[in-house]
């Protein structure tokens, strides 16, 4: 309603101008230009005042109606959504359970970038298990699984004596106990809750 009127005001208000402009060029002499001037002049003050009294008249409550209309549209939209809300949480599963499933997942990610960024030579796979307090925003940690592989393609290993072996063991629980070290110290996280594997290749 009000775009169509402002559409027909706009019509109305270069049409004029326009007819102001011809009148303006055909018209004879100059002293009839004056008065002629001052006729369109008033025309053209009449155009443009002639909205502004529709409204002062009338047009304060087509406006107020026009703000219910659009109250009522909206009112009955948020309904219908919030019904489409709560039909989607019951189909899949409790809002917690999907927001704690999207911070573990976020959780996982990180830890992994984290880790690739410190050993570039190895890829993770990070898996927690956790309690998240969205309103007071605590995470309690029961365990944090993280699985360790190398990026590199690695040479055949020779079969070797029992002593060999323990060595190449302590080597890699070495490494292991400066994984669980960093991700401690990174993620504030107990190192008696952070347990470390080899991904199988």
């Given at each position: 309603?009000?775009?169509?009127?402002?559409?027909?005001?706009?019509?109305?208000?270069?049409?004029?101008?326009i007819f102001i402009s011809a009148v303006e060029l055909i018209s004879p002499n100059n002293k009839m230009k004056k008065y002629i001037k001052f006729i369109l002049g008033l025309i053209l003050i009449t155009v443009i005042?002639?909205?502004?009294?529709?409204?002062?008249?009338?047009?304060?409550?087509?406006v107020v109606d026009n703000i219910k209309n659009y109250e009522e549209v909206f009112s009955k939209n948020e309904n219908k959504t919030d019904v489409g809300n709560m039909n989607i949480?019951?189909?899949n599963?409790?809002?917690?359970?999907?927001r704690k499933k999207a911070f573990i997942n976020n959780f996982n990610k990180n830890c992994d970038s984290l880790l690739k960024k410190q050993y570039k030579d190895s890829q993770f796979k990070s898996e927690i298990d956790c309690d998240v307090d969205f309103t007071n925003i605590t995470l309690n940690v029961k365990?944090?699984?993280?699985?360790?592989?190398?990026?590199?393609?690695?040479?055949?290993?020779?079969?070797v004596i029992n002593d060999e072996v323990k060595n190449s063991t302590k080597e890699e629980n070495?490494?292991?106990?400066?994984?669980?070290?960093?991700v401690s110290s990174e993620?504030?996280?107990?190192?008696?809750k952070i347990e470390v594997y080899k991904l199988e290749e």
């Open positions: 309603m009000f775009i169509e009127n402002l559409k027909n005001f706009v019509t109305t208000l270069v049409t004029m101008l005042l002639n909205p502004i009294l529709q409204f002062i008249s009338n047009g304060g409550q087509s949480v019951k189909n599963e409790d809002e917690g359970e999907v365990r944090l699984r993280i699985g360790v592989g190398e990026n590199k393609i690695n040479k055949i290993k020779k079969i070495k490494e292991y106990t400066e994984i669980i070290n960093f993620l504030n996280i107990p190192k008696d």
